[in-house]
């Protein structure tokens, strides 16, 4: 049984230690500002917080979605803001915007002006284990974009994306295109690259306008851009 020091000697160890520590209490943080003058800035800065509360410009509504990084959602999000019933010339804008970088070589506001169609979760051909994340067709070509964040390409993924792709466009006459939209980029020389900053610079040119005279849609196309500039 391990013997239990007496009062005398804790008091000895004690009386040791008191000599090597410090014995000055800690001092105060040394005060820069003069407390009248943060007063006057708080004061100063009620009003325009109170108005950016108003625009709703303190929290981004995207991070109050929910939508963090998981890929099918941010997707959908990016799917649905592309949607010309959703945004009108906006969302055209947004869209024509990445697609020029994307997809280089093609007029896209001449593309997209007769119409679009973009989809999401779609089997080309009816195979579920082909589905393309997001799929826009127009009138002359069929794009499939691939989405990734955090996770890898499972194996031949794009191989079996691209073919999808291929064999529903000749169906319908049109030209295939396969994007990957992720952090890295693909090794094919069939599938074309694109990162999340050329959607978030789509986004702020789409939503060009100042945060105080942005349209509701233009506001949450922009803050969709800041949302996924991190990715």
Same mark, same amino acid.
């Given at each position: 049984?391990?013997?239990?020091?007496?009062?005398?000697?804790?008091?000895?160890?004690?009386?040791?230690?008191? $000599?090597?520590?410090?014995?000055?209490?800690? /001092?105060?943080?040394?005060?820069?500002?003069?407390?009248?003058?943060?007063?006057?800035?708080?004061?100063?800065?009620?009003?325009? @917080?109170?108005?950016?509360?108003?625009? !709703?410009?303190?929290?981004?509504?995207?991070?109050?979605?929910? @939508?963090?990084?998981?890929?099918?959602?941010?997707?959908?999000? *990016?799917?649905?803001?592309?949607? +010309?019933?959703?945004? !009108?010339?906006?969302?055209?804008?947004?869209?024509?915007?990445?697609? +020029?970088?994307?997809?280089?070589?093609?007029?896209?506001?001449?593309?997209?002006?007769?119409?679009?169609?973009?989809?999401?979760?779609? $089997?080309?051909?009816?195979?579920?284990?082909?589905?393309?994340?997001?799929?826009?067709?127009?009138?002359?070509?069929?794009?499939?974009?691939?989405?990734?964040?955090?996770?890898?390409?499972?194996?031949?993924? *794009?191989?079996?994306? =691209?073919?999808?792709?291929? /064999?529903?466009?000749?169906?319908?006459?049109? =030209?295939?295109?396969?994007? *990957?939209?992720?952090?890295?980029? +693909?090794?094919?020389?069939?599938?074309? =690259?694109?990162?999340?900053?050329?959607?978030?610079?789509?986004?702020?040119?789409?939503?060009?306008? =100042? +945060?105080?005279?942005?349209?509701?849609?233009?506001?949450?196309?922009?803050?969709?851009?800041?949302?996924? /500039?991190?990715?």
């Amino acid at each position: 049984m391990t013997d239990v020091p007496s009062p005398q000697k804790l008091k000895q160890a004690f009386a040791a230690l008191r $000599c090597v520590l410090p014995a000055d209490r800690p /001092r105060a943080p040394k005060q820069f500002y003069a407390l009248g003058d943060l007063q006057t800035a708080f004061l100063a800065l009620k009003r325009p @917080l109170a108005a950016a509360k108003e625009k !709703g410009g303190l929290i981004n509504p995207w991070a109050l979605a929910s @939508l963090g990084r998981d890929e099918v959602r941010n997707a959908a999000a *990016l799917a649905g803001l592309w949607m +010309s019933e959703f945004g !009108g010339e906006t969302s055209k804008r947004f869209l024509t915007s990445y697609l +020029s970088v994307a997809v280089p070589g093609v007029d896209w506001a001449d593309e997209l002006d007769p119409g679009y169609r973009v989809g999401t979760e779609i $089997c080309p051909m009816g195979d579920a284990a082909d589905r393309v994340d997001v799929v826009i067709e127009t009138v002359r070509h069929l794009i499939g974009i691939e989405v990734k964040i955090g996770a890898g390409l499972g194996r031949e993924q *794009l191989e079996r994306y =691209s073919a999808s792709i291929s /064999r529903r466009a000749d169906l319908q006459g049109l =030209s295939a295109r396969i994007v *990957l939209l992720a952090p890295f980029r +693909s090794t094919r020389s069939d599938v074309l =690259s694109s990162s999340w900053v050329d959607v978030a610079l789509a986004a702020r040119e789409a939503a060009s306008n =100042s +945060s105080r005279d942005r349209t509701f849609v233009e506001q949450l196309i922009a803050t969709f851009g800041d949302h996924i /500039r991190a990715f």
